[in-house]
């Protein structure tokens, strides 16, 4: 069983998450994937740096360590590049519900990096989850068919959840060898360290046109930050399959805000499908 404060962190890892992906599809008409997300790690890393002294234990920094931190850095910020990159061309509310595979993704590397393993009921639940996001692509026009492998939307979709799945198992390991804190304070420096790579490499042009551009990334970096604080909460006290497959409850929020702001289409049928994965969800936690 989880606790209340659990339960509040797990929530607000299910609202920031979808709300961040909004605004992130929004301002890819100004900016390249790589620049959002640049800009999103710059502006948390600033905003980590008052709390250093107090979070951060320099004693437990050593070599393992260092490669955990660079290793979950780099998958996160490619991962996010790639989520943000699907968004522009795709829908939220068929996009969000792929998430759903991250929980199977993320208890196989869970089973390998910690040695998690998971109930009977459990597994029943993400399977549930499972199917649930199986009917949210039978409300695309298209239907559910081998032939979505093929879109582009989705294969980064894809390839985003099966880094950023494996990034978590690595950050349950940084959160059981430092904190929540300093693990959030690490995961923010390696994802602009990373971002900063990508963004040199590819040659990106880092003008900001207008004062709104700017708020918007500072919205989408609270976002951003109150997501993964929240996360790595849920992962100290969790499983990190439970919590993965719980956090995929964000694809409701994901499917409203599809409808609300993009007009995307079917969205009983794409709600009656997140229900199935709440039921989903519900065996996780009693499990």
Avoid: H
């Amino acid at each position: 069983m989880i606790n209340i404060l659990t339960i509040f962190f797990l929530i607000i890892r299910i609202v920031s998450n979808p709300i961040a992906n909004l605004f992130q599809k929004k301002l890819t008409n100004e900016l390249s994937s790589f620049t959002i997300n640049f800009y999103t790690y710059l502006i948390l890393t600033v905003l980590c740096l008052p709390f250093i002294g107090k979070y951060v234990a320099w004693e437990r920094i050593d070599t393992n360590f260092i490669f955990l931190v660079l290793l979950a850095g780099f998958l996160c910020a490619l991962g996010t590049a790639c989520t943000i990159k699907a968004v522009n061309i795709g829908e939220l509310s068929v996009l969000g519900p792929i998430n759903a595979y991250k929980s199977v993704i993320g208890l196989i590397a869970a089973f390998i990096f910690l040695k998690e393993t998971p109930s009977f009921i459990a597994i029943i639940g993400m399977i549930l989850i499972i199917i649930g996001s199986k009917y949210i692509f039978e409300a695309d026009e298209k239907g559910f068919s081998i032939n979505l492998i093929k879109r582009k939307d989705i294969q980064l979709r894809f390839l985003s959840l099966i880094l950023t799945g494996t990034e978590a198992a690595i950050l349950k390991k940084i959160i059981l060898i430092s904190s929540v804190e300093m693990c959030f304070i690490f995961w923010c420096f390696m994802g602009l360290f990373w971002t900063s790579i990508f963004v040199l490499i590819a040659k990106k042009n880092l003008e900001l046109k207008s004062c709104k551009i700017f708020s918007i990334l500072i919205f989408i970096a609270i976002c951003l930050g109150l997501m993964q604080f929240s996360t790595n909460f849920v992962f100290e006290r969790m499983n990190v399959g439970y919590a993965l497959a719980l956090f995929q409850l964000s694809s409701i929020v994901t499917v409203l805000l599809g409808y609300k702001f993009f007009r995307e289409k079917n969205l009983i049928r794409k709600l009656i499908a997140t229900f199935i994965m709440i039921f989903g969800s519900i065996l996780i936690i009693f499990s």
